[in-house]
């Protein structure tokens, strides 16, 4: 059964770092994509960033260079680092697996950014 469990979330200060974590527990890590998303009260979930088997990524422009993504297939992880972090970051980040069968997300992890 597939799982993607993030971690790392908080309540932090605007200009402030915060990294997430999502562990996925999915025999093909390694060989598949994975991205981060998000979704702010009262707006639609929004890509964010995604990193391929590759490594290679690609973000939001709301987010280029202060979001990095990557991952280490050793530990079935991606990461999302948020630097320079902004009020209109505040949302809910899900961790997001786009398998051959079908789409899983995680729960999501709460990011707060005060002014």
């Known amino acids: 059964q597939v799982q993607l469990v993030e971690s790392g979330g908080g309540l932090v200060q605007a200009g402030g770092s915060l990294r997430l974590s999502c562990a996925a527990s999915?025999?093909?890590?390694?060989?598949?994509?994975m991205g981060w998303y998000r979704q702010a009260p009262g707006k639609q979930r929004e890509f964010v960033a995604a990193?391929?088997?590759?490594?290679?990524?690609n973000y939001a422009d709301s987010v280029k260079g202060r979001f990095t993504i990557s991952r280490d297939n050793a530990k079935n992880t991606v990461y999302l680092q948020m630097n320079s972090l902004k009020p209109e970051d505040t949302a809910v980040y899900y961790c997001?697996?786009?398998?051959?069968?079908?789409?899983?997300w995680g729960q999501g992890t709460q990011v707060t950014v005060s002014s």
């Open positions: 997001h697996a786009p398998l051959p069968a079908r789409d899983y």
């Open positions: 999915i025999s093909i890590f390694s060989h598949i994509g």
């Open positions: 990193i391929t088997s590759a490594g290679s990524t």
